[in-house]
């Protein structure tokens, strides 16, 4: 059964450094998502992506986050700078409409 | 504002016991309402998708219902590995996002 792939599993990084998180999505999805959930809370809504361009993002998703499909497979999140408070598990989706998501397992980002 | 209240917070269930869980929803202009099963340190896992009052949807040892104010995920003589975080989600028109609940930890012992 196809599913949603995630890279790295876990993330240390300092302080201020840039971090980029990768997703394989389904292959024939078309939509694609960033989810976060802070130990303990709920998983939120980053941003959605479709035709190659951002369709809606949140509030948290400020200008120091950014997201890309380099390629046909990949979708990747970038942090440029991150923070203590970043620290979370982020979670990848995809769709093929705009409809049921299918997560991946996550990355751990450990901000120290 | 919508808003997605999933209750109990916590669940524990003897093997064979069962029960139900609550999702509770405002939203407006409902698109769907998404179950999701959650391991520890692990992505949600799809259940079910509902898209209408009355709807039901089954799998193994698990339904879902519908109504126009809530969601019931009922379960039907749980066994040991039916032990995990229970989460309800919901997709309002015109939106990509999904709003998660807080989720129900149901933990069925032996």
């Known amino acids: 059964e196809p599913e949603v792939t995630q890279t790295p599993s876990h993330q240390v990084t300092q302080m201020g450094q840039e971090v980029i998180l990768r997703c394989v999505p389904i292959?024939?999805?078309?939509?694609f998502y960033w989810y976060r959930q802070i130990l303990g809370q709920k998983v939120e809504f980053l941003v959605s992506f479709y035709n190659n361009e951002i369709s809606e993002k949140s509030e948290i998703f400020d200008d120091q986050f950014s997201v890309e499909r380099p390629d046909g497979s990949n979708f990747t999140l970038k942090i440029r700078s991150t923070k203590l408070e970043d620290s979370a598990m982020y979670f990848c989706a995809s769709s093929l409409a705009t409809d049921t998501q299918y997560f991946g397992p996550g990355t751990r980002l450990t901000v120290l | 504002e919508d808003q997605v209240t999933q209750s109990p917070e916590a669940l524990r269930l003897q093997e064979g016991e069962s029960s139900s869980l609550n999702c509770s929803y405002t939203?407006?202009?409902?698109?769907?309402l998404f179950w999701y099963r959650q391991d520890p340190g692990k992505g949600p896992e799809f259940l079910f998708t509902l898209y209408s009052a009355g709807e039901e949807k089954e799998k193994e040892r698990l339904k879902a219902t519908l109504t126009k104010k809530e969601s019931f995920l009922h379960i039907t003589a749980p066994k040991p590995e039916d032990s995990a975080t229970y989460l309800c989600?919901?997709?309002?028109?015109?939106?990509?996002?999904?709003?998660f609940g807080t989720g129900t930890r149901l933990q069925v012992f032996p």
């Open positions: 989600a919901v997709l309002r028109r015109n939106t990509d996002k999904l709003i």
């Open positions: 292959s024939n999805h078309l939509y």
């Open positions: 939203v407006s202009g409902l698109r769907g």
